[in-house]
């Protein structure tokens, strides 16, 4: 088998089941030298929980240090540790995926959703993570809107929705900064990008966004936005009782301004 063959072989296996090694902005396509390097791409794609991924990625980095699937290995870990909810290790494998290709949006995203998600009310170098958070979202956005299909088998339709769900993920971090900052016009905004740009909006996302909605008198379209999340099949269990728990304020400051 050719190297050429070898690319086609493993593309079509891990691009055909979803798009996540897809997320860079970069023309250029990754290329296993050998059937060995094949071999250890697709136990990382293959593994079957966060920390065999992790580990499996690790593996391809060390054992191939010359790897063309480097970002994306690298991009895969900080998913992984996303999964795990262990935001310093997103971080760190992320800014290591992006060290490796300065295009890849998607650790871009990754970055500026931890940054945001892990800073507090209080924090002395809050402004400097927003800030960052913020920058990389935006960066994000702009790499986004001209990015290339990574196959050319790939519908135009299929990578025009991917692409809006990568961009609703960034207006997702854009918004959480926001909500940190407690401009909730802002978040108001920004998660509503998010919920209406993604094919598949979080109802995690929908419930922050009624949060925003409610600190801007928005109290009808908080509610109906609970009353989506709540009825959400993905929805968790404690996604459900928060989306519960905020309908009732909504409902009660909605009272009290009509008085």
């Known amino acids: ?6 690319s086609k072989a493993l593309l079509a ?16 396509q990754p290329q296993p030298k050998g059937p060995k390097e094949v071999e250890a791409i697709q136990a990382m794609f293959q593994a079957q929980d ?23 290995a690298f991009y895969i870990a900080a998913f992984s540790a996303q999964q795990k909810n262990d935001m310093d290790n997103v ?12 295009k890849f949006f998607g650790a871009q995203i990754m970055i500026a959703q931890a940054l945001a998600l892990r ?31 990574p196959r050319p088998d790939i519908a135009d339709e299929q990578w025009e929705g991917a692409k809006k769900d990568f961009t609703a993920q960034a207006h997702e971090a854009l918004g959480l900064a926001a909500l940190v900052r407690k401009k909730y016009d802002v978040c108001a905004t920004e ?7 993604a094919n598949q909006p979080d109802p995690s996302t929908m419930v922050r966004l009624a949060n925003c909605q409610i600190q801007t008198k928005q109290y009808d379209e908080a509610i109906a936005m609970l009353d989506k ?14 989306a519960a728990s ?14």
């Open 1 to 6: 088998m050719t190297r050429s063959s070898l």
């Open 13 to 28: 296996a891990v691009l055909g089941a979803c798009l996540l090694p897809a997320q860079t902005a970069n023309t250029k």
């Open 50 to 72: 966060p920390d065999a991924r992790i580990a499996a990625a690790n593996n391809l980095i060390t054992k191939f240090a010359d790897t063309e699937f480097k970002a994306t």
């Open 91 to 102: 971080i760190i494998y992320a800014e290591k995926a992006l060290e490796a290709d300065p």
């Open 119 to 149: 800073t507090k009310e209080f924090d002395l170098d809050k402004e400097e993570k927003l800030g960052r958070s913020e920058k990389m979202a935006k960066a994000a956005i702009d790499l986004i809107a001209t990015a290339p299909k």
């Open 191 to 197: 998660l509503g990008l998010a919920v209406t740009g």
């Open 229 to 242: 999340a709540a009825a959400d099949p993905n929805a968790a269990p404690q996604v459900k009782s928060a």
């Open 246 to 259: 905020l309908k009732i304020e909504a409902n009660k400051a909605k009272a009290a301004a009509a008085k």
